[in-house]
């Protein structure tokens, strides 16, 4: 089985993604979502949580075998990102939202010198908005960042469209389409669910493209 499909299986028997058309969640944007995912289930499982730092780690060591520093996005991707970091024996930083409003004011949290190569861990991909503020915040620092490498995207051309904008690479252990697949197979969701599923993905998109537009 590929990685993608492992992983989404994975998430699928912790309940870290759940399925549900009948009451769909809701997202901090507000949108409507029969998918709700959130990776920190992981860190709950010892045997997952290993298994997506293996992942992340034989990831980066094969295309990012430069990477001198390891960021993770805060919240969701700051434990998966220090243990990551710790696996490959590289220093690690975490990027806040946005600075503190006390203290030092940090918006980077550890030690990061300028010019240092990064490679940058995040938890789930939408719109990938908040993962791009992150990629800025640590090249206004002087890093270089070479990739972010995350558990789950939606897939959204919207998305990938902005990550090709910024100049960042972005390569993901799992996505959509073997989420779908891992979720009939497994009895998660039924055949006739697929459809109502691409429906909402495909009018996902659309609203995503419209608020671009708009920003």
């Given amino acids: ?23 769909p ?3 901090a944007s507000g949108w409507q979502s029969p998918i709700y995912c959130d990776n920190r289930r992981a860190l709950a499982y010892p045997a ?8 992340f780690a034989a990831l980066i060591r094969a295309k990012y075998s430069d990477a001198e520093v390891i960021a993770g996005v805060a919240t969701g991707a700051i434990a998966h990102g220090a243990l990551v970091a710790d696996r490959l024996g590289l220093p690690f ?16 949290e550890g030690e990061l010198a300028p010019g240092r190569r990064v490679v940058v861990v995040e938890d789930l991909i939408s719109t990938g908005g908040s993962s791009l503020s992150a990629v800025a ?8 960042v070479l990739g972010m490498v995350a558990i789950f995207s ?7 469209k902005s990550f090709e904008q910024a100049g960042c690479a972005l390569t993901t252990l799992s996505g959509y389409a073997a989420l779908i697949e891992q979720a009939v197979a497994l009895g998660y969701v039924q ?20 608020q671009l537009a708009k920003s």
């Fill in 191 to 210: 055949p006739s669910d697929v459809a109502p599923l691409q429906r909402w993905r495909a009018a996902t998109e659309q609203h995503f493209n419209e």
């Fill in 48 to 55: 997952v949580r290993s298994q997506l730092c293996s992942a």
């Fill in 137 to 144: 915040a640590l090249r206004e620092a002087g890093a270089e």
């Fill in 154 to 160: 939606y897939g959204f051309a919207a998305a990938q």
């Fill in 93 to 108: 930083v975490y990027v806040r939202a946005k600075a503190k409003e006390h203290g030092l004011q940090n918006r980077i």
């Fill in 1 to 23: 089985m590929e990685t993608a499909q492992q992983v989404a299986q994975r998430l699928l028997q912790i309940n870290a993604i759940k399925l549900s058309l009948a009451q």
């Fill in 25 to 27: 969640f809701t997202w």
